[in-house]
């Protein structure tokens, strides 16, 4: 690739990127090149648009249109995506948000964590299928259990599922929230707003990509929170694993 080409390559993406880096005296050179910027620009647009629903409406709610389009441009120019597929820009959008860029706008303290959320609800939808994997039947017999492939935790400072154009916090919870994101056996995406300790439960499964037997889990819980007493920590773990289980956030091991 001689330098003149890798040049005008990078002038030509420059100018996709940014119409103000730009200019051309042929009118029909001009015209060639906002084709491209809009249909580049308005792709990008409609799958972040599309990802984020609730950020887009505050940001719409609060600052108008121009401001949204704003920030989309703004990762449009300065962020180098990692990958080539159109899925993967939410998920490049989400750490644009977490880097603390400066805005034109003053985007809520809970953007991040909001958009994060977002994403992952999207990101579950459209997870791989396992073959071969089997959803819990009611009368199952459990001996050990996995987090489904389908389903993870996440914690946030802000109440993230509460946020909304009618609904925008000051300031973060007083507690860490955490919250299961999962995909049920109907393919719907779900949500659960799970305790501390019921987050660690989640945590320890996730950790071994095995599973765990229900007496292991229950020896890793009693190491973990020394402070509430064992029976009542299995009785609750045993709640918590038939609950989890019919809704298919975890699922059983043969």
């Known amino acids: 690739m001689t330098q003149s080409f890798k040049t005008t390559q990078n002038a030509l993406v420059n100018a996709i ?13 001009a015209r060639r090149i906002k084709v491209y910027q809009s249909l580049f620009f308005n792709n990008i647009d409609n799958f972040i ?13 609060q600052f108008g249109e121009s ?24 998920k ?3 750490e644009y948000l977490s880097t603390e860029t400066a805005f034109d706008i003053s985007l809520p303290a809970f953007a991040a964590e909001l958009a994060h959320y977002e994403w992952l609800e999207l990101d579950v939808s459209i997870r791989k299928n396992e073959e071969g994997l089997e959803f819990f039947t009611e009368g199952q017999i459990i001996n050990a259990v996995r987090v489904s492939p389908y389903a993870s935790l ?4 802000y109440e993230v599922h509460l946020i909304g154009k009618d609904y925008i916090p000051v300031q973060p919870a007083q507690e ?28 320890t499964l996730e950790q071994s990509e095995n599973g765990l037997s229900t007496d ?11 402070q509430i007493p064992a029976d009542v920590l299995i009785n609750g773990m045993n709640q918590t694993l038939s609950d989890m289980l019919t809704k298919g956030i975890l699922v059983p091991l043969s």
């Open 17 to 29: 990127k940014d119409p103000r880096t730009f200019s051309d005296i042929n009118e029909d050179s």
């Open 49 to 61: 648009s599309t990802g984020f629903p609730v950020l887009k409406s505050i940001v719409l709610t």
């Open 67 to 90: 401001a949204w389009k704003s920030i989309v441009r703004q990762f449009f120019i300065e962020h180098e995506c990692r990958s080539p597929y159109f899925a993967e820009i939410s």
């Open 92 to 94: 490049e959008f989400v």
């Open 154 to 157: 996440a914690a946030y400072q």
């Open 176 to 203: 860490q929230q955490f919250y299961v994101v999962y995909r049920d056996r109907n393919f719907d995406v779900q949500f659960v707003h799970v305790n501390p300790v019921t987050a660690i439960l989640v945590n």
């Open 216 to 226: 292991q889990l229950a020896q890793s819980l009693i190491h973990q929170i020394p």
